[in-house]
C-alpha cells in the first residue's frame, strides 16, 4: 500500500510511482510540461551535487494534461527560488516534505519584482557592468514579461536563458 | 555646457568632469563610489553616461538631487523638458502631429520626447531607416497609454500633416559602410524644397549638434526652431537645478 500525497507522487493515473518518495525536502509539482530542467537550473543545480533529485517530464495529469515533477531532498526552497519558479511555472505548487509527509503544499505566486535572479538582455546597460548592485526587473501585468527597472528593456520571450 | 551654464547664471558654480580620464573610473573605480565620493563636494549631481540607467545608479547611491542628462541609448529627460517648453512656445501640445525623423532606435531624445507626448494625445509618425525603429518595448508602452502611432518610409509621405518636425542625427557607427550611411543621410535630409508644402506653423526641432540631417538653408526660415531650442536648454535647465536643490 502507498498512502502518500498526489503531489508527492506524481501518480495521478494509479499506474506506479515514477520515483521514490523522499523523506525531506521538496516536491514541486504541477510545473509546466516540459520546464522541470529550467526549474532545475533555477535551483542551481547544473552539475555536481549532492542532493538526492528526481525529474519527471511530461507526465499525464488530471488538470493539465502534461506536467513536470521535481523532487529534491533535504532541500526547502528559499522564496526567491520559488518567485522564480513561479516565472516559468504559475501554476507550480511547493511540497514541503518533513520525514516522508506532505507539511506544507502552497501554490506559486507571481512576484511583482524580481531581484538578483534575472541578466538584463541589454548589454549596455548599467547592470551589465562591475557596478555593486544587482538587477532589478518589475514584472509585467499577468506575468507576460519583465522590464529592467535600470533600462527598461524588456523580456518577453526565453525567459529561462536570462536567469541567473 | 547648458548645464554649467544654467548654474552659473543661477550664481552657483559647478565642477565638470568630462572624461572618465580626468577622475578616479580611470583607475577602476565603479561609478557607484565615484557618485558617493561626488555627493560630498556637489549640491546636486548632472550626469551623462554611455551606459542605459547610469544616472539611476547614481540615483540610489547619491546624497544629492541626481538629474540624468543623457544615459547611453536610454533616456534624455531634461532635453525633453526643454523640447515641450519649445513647442509650447509656438502652439499647444495637446493632441497634435509629431514626427520623430532619424534614429529612432539608439536615440535617447526620442525616446524621451515620445514618452512624454503620449501624455498629451499627441499624434506621433515616425520615420527611420530599418534597423533603426523606436524599440518595441518603448513603442508597446506607448500604444498601452493610448497613443497613435504610425511609421512612414519617407518624409514627403507626412510633412503635410505635422505640427513638428522633430529631427535626430542617424549616427556613422550604425551602418556597415560609408556608402549605405550616405545613402540613408541624404535620404533624411530637410530641405527648404522638402518643407514646401508642410503647415505654416510647422516647426523643425533638432536636439543638436547636427551633421547633414538640416540643410544650413532652412537656417533663416520660420519653421527651424532648433537654435531657439537650444537657448532654452539655459532657463529650462535653470529651472531644474531650483526645483531640485530647493
Known sequence: MRHIAAADTGDEEGEGLLVRRIKNGTVIDHIDGGEALNVVKILGIAGTTQEALSIATNVPSKNMVKKDIV???????SKEEVDRIALISPNATINIIRNFKVCEKEGVEIPTMITGSVRCPNPGCITRTNEPIKSRFAVLPGGKGLRCLYCD???????????? | MSFESAMARLGGSSISVSSVEACSMAKGETL?????????????????????????????????????????????????????????QSMKIDGIDVALVGD??????????????ALYGVRLHTISPPGLELPPALVSSLTEQGMEIIEHDTIEEVVR???????????RERFPDSTSYFNVASSYRITPELLAGARKHLI??????????????????PHAK?????????????????????
Open chain 1, 71 to 77: 523532487k529534491i531532498s533535504n532541500r526547502e526552497l
Open chain 1, 153 to 164: 528593456s524588456v523580456i518577453t520571450k526565453d525567459l529561462t536563458s536570462y536567469i541567473i
Open chain 2, 32 to 88: 557607484a563610489d565615484t557618485i558617493r565620493v561626488v555627493s560630498g563636494y556637489a549640491d546636486a549631481i548632472v550626469i551623462r553616461h554611455p551606459k542605459e540607467g547610469a544616472a539611476r545608479l547614481a540615483a540610489e547611491f547619491a546624497k544629492v538631487p541626481v538629474i540624468n542628462a543623457g544615459d547611453g541609448a536610454g533616456q534624455h529627460p531634461s532635453q525633453t523638458l526643454l523640447d515641450l517648453y519649445t513647442i509650447r
Open chain 2, 104 to 117: 529612432l532606435r539608439y536615440g535617447r531624445t526620442a525616446h524621451s520626447l515620445a514618452s512624454a507626448l
Open chain 2, 161 to 171: 500633416d505635422l505640427d513638428v518636425l522633430y529631427v535626430t542625427r542617424v549616427q
Open chain 2, 204 to 221: 523643425v526641432l533638432h536636439p543638436l549638434p547636427r551633421v547633414d540631417e538640416i540643410d544650413p538653408r532652412l537656417d533663416a526660415s
Open chain 2, 226 to 246: 532648433y537654435f531657439e531650442q537650444s537657448k532654452n536648454g539655459v532657463p529650462v535647465r535653470m529651472a531644474m537645478l531650483l526645483d531640485v536643490m530647493k
